[in-house]
């Protein structure tokens, strides 16, 4: 069964480093997104992606964060200057179509730690 | 403005006995509805979702949900609980024209052998 995977499964930045979640989506999907979820908390939609474009993005997704589909496979997330309060799991998700119709299949996340 | 409420942080039930998580949603429009599990260092798996077809939606499972309108309500159900179902359960909305999923603070269901 195709699955959305993610690398790492843990990573753990000093504060102020710039950190690079990878994901590789499922590969007829169309539509890419990131969320994240802090210990305790909800998950948070922080990003859509189509046709090589943002098309939806939060409050949370600040100049810090930018996303990219550099070769067609690979779907990153890089936060340029991380905050403490950027620790938390980071979901990466794809779709055939929008997520009114159908559904969106998650990675097992990238547990995000900022030192 | 969309949003879900899961009422119960935690539920817990015997091996065998009926399931219940529950789920309010806000929505200006008519919502898609779903929900997801999540096993320990594991990814969101989609259990069932709600699309605007019929209001009783099977899952994955054994799950099933049912949309109602009038009480704002998509409470997930199963009749008898098995070890395997422990989990963490999310309630998400999504709105017409939106490309995004609002998720609800999630059920931990533990299920006593």
């Known amino acids: 069964e195709p699955e959305v995977t993610q690398t790492p499964s843990h990573q753990v930045t000093q504060m102020g480093q710039e950190v690079i979640l990878r994901c590789v989506p499922i590969?007829?999907?169309?539509?890419f997104y990131w969320y994240r979820q802090i210990l305790g908390q909800k998950v948070e939609f922080l990003v859509s992606?189509?046709?090589?474009?943002?098309?939806?993005k939060s409050e949370i997704f600040d100049d810090q964060f930018s996303v990219e589909r550099p070769d067609g496979s690979n779907f990153t997330l890089k936060i340029r200057s991380t905050k403490l309060e950027d620790s938390a799991m980071y979901f990466c998700?794809?779709?055939?179509?929008?997520?009114?119709?159908?559904?969106?299949?998650f990675g097992q996340g990238t547990r995000l730690t900022v030192v | 403005a969309q949003s879900v409420t899961q009422l119960d942080s935690h539920v817990s039930v015997s091996e065998g006995t009926p399931v219940l998580l529950r789920c309010n949603y806000s929505?200006?429009?008519?919502?898609?509805l779903f929900w997801y599990v999540q096993h320990p260092n594991k990814g969101l798996q989609l259990l069932l979702k709600?699309?605007?077809?019929?209001?009783l939606v099977k899952g994955i499972n054994g799950f099933e949900a049912e949309f109602k309108k009038s009480e704002t309500s998509f409470h997930l159900t199963k009749p008898s609980a098995h070890m395997s179902d422990a989990a963490e359960y999310f309630c998400?909305?999504?709105?017409?024209?939106?490309?995004?999923?609002?998720f609800g603070t999630g059920t931990r269901l533990t299920v006593i052998p």
């Open positions: 998700a794809s779709s055939a179509v929008g997520t009114r119709n159908t559904e969106a299949f």
């Open positions: 590969s007829n999907h169309l539509y």
């Open positions: 992606f189509y046709n090589n474009e943002i098309s939806e």
């Open positions: 929505s200006s429009y008519s919502p898609s």
């Open positions: 709600y699309t605007s077809a019929a209001t």
């Open positions: 998400v909305v999504s709105d017409p024209g939106a490309n995004n999923l609002f």
